[in-house]
């Protein structure tokens, strides 16, 4: 089993910055492939962005792509999300997966962490 814990939600303003933080626990990082994924009130989970835990192969989605940047650290099995240039229709509770494979579909992961809300105000 693995556990996951997100954190570093919080309100900021529009055009502001948040680094959320993915820890995990029970298994390595390092087989794994990560996901983060937000979902707004009244909408589905959509993909936000993933990373091979080797590093490679960073996908995102069209809407956060040049502002967000997913990254991880082997050494503390902890996973990043950096968010720049935030917009209101950032707003979202966040959350972090984890599975053996890279995919944009929610039914792709198994393990899931809790969620953080990030709030963007305009």
């Known amino acids: 089993q693995m556990q996951l814990q997100e954190s570093g939600g919080g309100l900021v303003q529009a055009g502001g910055s948040l680094r959320l933080s993915c820890s995990a626990s029970g298994r390595s990082f390092s087989t794994y492939a990560m996901a983060w994924f937000r979902q707004a009130p009244g909408k589905e989970r959509e993909f936000v962005a993933s990373i091979r835990w080797s590093g490679s192969n960073r996908v995102y989605a069209d809407s956060v792509k040049g502002r967000f940047t997913i990254s991880g650290n082997n050494a503390k099995n902890t996973m990043y999300l950096q968010m720049n240039s935030l917009k209101p229709e950032d707003t979202a509770v966040y959350y972090c997966?984890?599975?053996?494979?890279?995919?944009?579909?929610?039914?792709?992961?198994?393990?899931w962490g809790q969620g953080t809300q990030v709030t963007v105000s305009s």
């Open positions: 997966a984890a599975d053996s494979m890279v995919s944009r579909a929610v039914e792709g992961y198994y393990y």
